[in-house]
Each structure stands twice: as C-alpha cells, then as structure tokens.
C-alpha cells in the first residue's frame, strides 16, 4: 500500500490526502486539488526518515 501525507492545497486551503510512491528517491508532478480542481506541483524526496513533499501554486516560483 502506498503510503499518504496530508497536504493544504496552496489554492483554497483544504486539507487532502497525496498518495506517494515511496520506492522512488526524487520525483516531481502535479496532481490535482480534490476540492478546488486547480493544478498542485509537488516534489517528493524520499530518505530514510520517511516522504518530504513540498507542493506550490502554478505560478509559484
């Protein structure tokens, strides 16, 4: 099973749940907000103390 990290979508602010692929070191993608619609970048590192995900608005830089 695929574990998750609750997020706050950068959009509207509601709390979701991201399913991460944990058998890979470093990877980037974007997933939508289950609530709002609008496009989540996240980038996931994996190490040993578990999942990091930084998630950011489109326009973010």
Known sequence: MLP???ILCPY???S???FVDD???HQQY???CQVCCR???VSA???EDGVA???RAENDA
Do not use: A, R, Y
Request: glycine share 4%; net charge negative.
């Open 30 to 32: 974007v997933e939508d």
């Open 16 to 18: 979701i749940d991201l």
């Open 39 to 41: 496009p989540i970048h």
């Open 53 to 55: 995900l930084v998630v």
């Open 4 to 6: 998750f990290q609750t």
């Open 45 to 47: 590192t994996t190490n």
């Open 23 to 25: 058998s890979v070191d």
């Open 12 to 14: 509207c602010g509601e």
